[in-house]
């Protein structure tokens, strides 16, 4: 099986499709693998958040969900629907561990500058502004580059060597900013909309400092922010009600339905195709059963789907049934973790696996296991988690909760006995 790490991205001809309908990556602004048209639902969310872009004056608007529900998509569709009449940095702001408040504002300089100068319209803002926002940007990416740097920007010397980006006081940037966002707006009617994702990447005082810090910018007329990120961090910022209570709308993401996730897969076959027909590379069934699998979550069925059909398909195409869906994962989730493993560690990943909720701890494992705490630690941070079985989910005073990686649940896929398995090759006419 094709198992192997080589490129086998051409086997999606033989399917009749352009490129891998499977692809987990976010839908794009501005088109990316996968055309921005493919989004489904979301209809309710969606009227919300343009309710806030419509809102004249500024908007703060909080999106949370779990990890791959579909947040970056849904945002850049929103940003997709408005793209006539707002102006918006194409890409979305990747929050990093290490921000703070100036990287904030730099980093937002930099994606409207970045955005300005592709679509050729620098000409919206003044010399003078223009001048300044390049020279921030400028040593912003060097920054990200090289790390420290001495700067001598805006209205005098600032000599200090620092990490900090640009070097220039926090208040400078953020009159800069305003006066960004100002000119777009008088120049051409337009408010601006700025995406930041994954706040949760950030650490939890960085979060409460950022936000204190940038407060009054967020509150800057004529922008909508849009922030995302997962319940933990959603849970630091409704913790102080200064920064809570600037937020206008406040949108959980759930997941989608079965219904949901089989019209995205029909509706990027349709918009994949390069021929007049295709080979559907999955039965129906299978989206039921990896439905079940990951509770709905759909970064992980599309995983699933996409290491099945790449790892089977060599010259010609495959068909998933249940069954061989069983087959190819189960060989895959062998050969990729549990081959590294030692009879030990394999055990204590099985309870990992079964664990309720999901999550374990090392104290129960060891209690389990009838292993020494400290042997339970070895097992987990020198095979487990080496050879990407587990992470770390969460902690609490001192206990670490653990939980499986999501292709590991593939361990949980039936069996199928040999005498039952059934070619795995497309039995053409489709279906
Ligand atoms: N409403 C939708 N319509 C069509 N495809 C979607 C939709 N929502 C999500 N997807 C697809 O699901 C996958 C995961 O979505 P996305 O990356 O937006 O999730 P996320 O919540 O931002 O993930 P993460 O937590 O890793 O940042 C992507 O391939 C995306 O194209
Ligand atoms: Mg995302």
């Given amino acids: 099986m094709a198992d192997d790490g080589l490129d086998y991205s051409d086997i999606w001809e033989l399917y009749g499709l352009s490129e891998n309908p499977f692809s987990t990556n976010p839908l794009l602004v501005r088109g990316g693998i996968i055309p921005i048209t493919c989004f489904i639902g979301r209809g309710n969310e969606l009227v919300r958040i343009n309710k806030q ?22 945002v850049n569709y929103a940003r997709y629907l408005a793209k006539e ?76 060597e620092t990490s900090n980006p640009a070097n220039i006081p926090f208040m400078a940037l953020e009159d800069l900013f305003v006066s960004v966002v100002n000119q777009i707006y008088d120049k051409q009617h337009k408010e601006t909309i ?28 004529h922008v909508h922010f849009v922030f995302i990120g997962n319940l933990v961090v959603d849970g630091i910022i409704q913790s102080i009600p200064r920064v809570s209570s600037i937020f206008s709308e406040h949108i959980t993401l759930e997941t989608m339905t079965l219904s949901e996730i089989t019209e995205i897969l029909e509706t990027r076959l349709e918009k994949m195709k390069i021929s007049e027909n295709i080979i559907k590379p999955y039965e129906n069934k299978v989206l039921e059963k990896l439905y ?23 010259d010609k195409p495959i068909l998933l049934t249940e069954d061989t869906l069983s087959i190819v994962l189960r060989e895959v989730v062998e ?12 055990e204590i990943l ?24 400290s042997n339970v630690s070895a097992y987990i941070h020198q095979e487990l988690e080496k050879y990407g079985c587990v992470h770390l989910k969460r902690k609490n005073g001192k206990d670490k909760f653990w939980a499986v990686r999501p292709e590991i649940r593939w361990m949980l896929l039936n069996p199928v006995p040999t005498d039952v398995r059934q070619t795995l090759i497309h039995p053409f006419p489709n279906k």
């Fill in 53 to 74: 872009f419509r809102s004249k004056g500024g908007s703060r608007t909080m999106i949370v969900g779990d990890v791959g529900v579909g947040k970056t998509s849904f």
């Fill in 85 to 160: 009449k707002y102006f918006s940095p194409i890409k979305e702001i990747h929050v990093q561990e290490t921000w703070n408040s100036e990287d904030f504002l730099t980093n937002s300089l930099f994606a409207i500058l970045n955005t300005l100068t592709i679509e050729g319209n620098t000409g919206w803002l003044d010399k003078d502004t223009l001048k300044q926002v390049e020279s921030v940007a400028m040593l912003n990416r060097i920054s990200a580059v090289g790390g420290g740097l001495t700067a001598t920007v805006i209205g005098g010397n600032y000599n200090q």
């Fill in 194 to 221: 700025i995406h930041y994702n994954n706040l949760e990447n950030l650490q939890e005082k960085s979060v409460k400092r950022i936000f204190e810090n940038l407060r009054n910018t967020f509150q800057t007329s």
């Fill in 292 to 314: 079940e699998l990951y509770k709905g979550n759909i970064r992980d069925i599309l995983n699933s789907l996409s290491t099945a059909v790449t790892s089977a398909t060599f």
């Fill in 335 to 346: 050969k990729r973790f549990l081959a590294n493993l030692s009879p030990k560690a394999k």
């Fill in 350 to 373: 099985r309870i990992i696996l079964d664990a309720k909720k999901g999550e374990i701890t090392n104290k129960s494992l060891a209690e389990l296991t009838k292993v020494s705490r």
